[in-house]
């Protein structure tokens, strides 16, 4: 099989999959909520490969979905940290659910992704493994520069990681990944998860003061990540040479 059939069995794939998570959303499954976010990451990462004339109007649904599920996401584990308080108005997962649903994305992205494939299709082939080539490389240069880099942007790089994992899992081309390097990239990932979640529950709850000493404790935690993460991205680094 060619590198465009197995980007459209990957594609095919993951659209059922993203079906398959529609319905247990509207039942309120939080392990439906995961599923559905992996979809769209993946996606996302392979449409980032492809050239924007047949990947543009379908990222910007994926990416339309991934930021509501992604605040979905961070309510969820949230609200797992604070049980008591996952009625609270703001926290409220099942009518967030709800308008998730509500608002249609999940649908639209749905039915563009029926027709996507005979764009795919169309699409020259020589000109397409071209084009692959030179994505990976710039997402693994890019990956490269921000881990020299002192002064990255650990949100952007958290970004990265999970592109260039997403992508070499799914369609590695040419470079597939070994499994030490895939071992380092998903232990960074989890580290720069950890540190992002203590950044959004800080910023979810700012102002309610009766939560002041969970504050406290995820500010101690977020200081703590914050010195172990550059010896990781050093380590990372090294890993990718």
Not at 216 to 234: D, H, K, M, N, Y
Request: glycine content about 4%.
């Amino acid at each position: 099989m060619n590198e465009r059939g197995r980007l459209l069995v990957q594609v095919l794939r993951l659209s059922a999959q993203l079906h398959l998570s529609a319905q247990p959303l509207r039942e309120d499954d939080d392990e439906a909520l995961h599923r559905l976010r992996i979809a769209l990451r993946s996606l996302d990462a392979l449409l980032r490969l492809l050239p924007a004339d047949i990947s543009e109007s379908l990222r910007l649904r994926v990416r339309a979905c991934a930021r509501v599920s992604g605040v979905l996401r961070d309510y969820q584990v949230l609200a797992a940290q604070l049980p008591s308080l996952a009625d609270r108005q703001g926290l409220g997962l099942a009518q967030a659910t709800a308008w998730l649903q509500q608002t249609g994305l999940l649908q639209q992205l749905q039915a563009e992704l029926e027709v996507w494939p005979q764009q795919l299709l169309q699409a020259g082939g020589k000109a397409l493994r071209r084009h692959l080539v030179k994505a990976r490389r710039r997402q693994w240069q890019a990956l490269y520069d921000a881990l020299e880099c002192t002064s990255a942007d650990w949100h952007r790089l958290r970004l990265l990681i999970k592109q260039v994992r997403y992508s070499a899992e799914l369609l590695p081309g040419d470079r597939p990944i070994r499994p030490r390097q895939l071992r380092e990239l998903r232990g960074l990932q989890a580290l720069l998860g950890d540190w992002h979640d203590r950044l959004r529950w800080l910023e979810l709850t700012e102002g309610m003061t009766d939560l002041q000493s969970l504050q406290q404790c995820w500010q101690v935690e977020l200081v703590q990540l914050s010195t172990r993460l550059p010896a990781a991205l050093q380590r990372l680094a090294q890993r990718l040479r």
